[in-house]
Nanobody
Framework: VQLQASGGGLVQAGGSLRLSCAASGLTFSSYTTGWFRQAPGKEREFVAAIRVSGASPYYADSVKGRFTISRHNAKNTVYLQMNSLKPDDTAVYYC??????????????????WGQGTLVTVSS
């Protein structure tokens, strides 16, 4: 199984980036996929998750209204559109796949497979 994240980079505050995560080696359409991030010196935290159907995505309060998660099952890809970026969004972003129950969507241990991470840097 491989999850390949891409799309990170350097952007000014207020700007936008779109992250992609391409999956292979698993039946992508049967997995919930999520994005997590880890800032320097901090623990990895939940950002967003989307279930198999794509309906009712879930977001951390810190990104609600600014980030949008989506998936394209035929392309085995999940996306994270990030708008109105802030310096506090600076982190390595990781995609993940798993089969968490609804109440465990935000828990790292609910996800079986992880990508390598892509760095997002937001300058002030």
């Amino acid at each position: 199984v491989q999850l390949q994240a891409s799309g990170g980079g350097l952007v000014q505050a207020g700007g936008s980036l779109r992250l992609s995560c391409a999956a292979s080696g698993l039946t992508f359409s049967s997995y919930t996929t999520g994005w997590f991030r880890q800032a320097p010196g901090k623990e990895r935290e939940f950002v967003a998750a989307i279930r198999v159907s794509g309906a009712s995505p879930y977001y951390a309060d810190s990104v609600k209204g600014r980030f949008t998660i989506s998936r394209h099952n035929a392309k085995n890809t999940v996306y994270l559109q990030m708008n109105s970026l802030k310096p506090d969004d600076t982190a390595v972003y990781y995609c993940a796949a798993g089969r968490p129950i609804l109440t465990m969507l935000e828990r790292r241990e609910s996800y079986n497979y992880w990508g390598q991470g892509t760095l997002v840097t937001v300058s002030s």
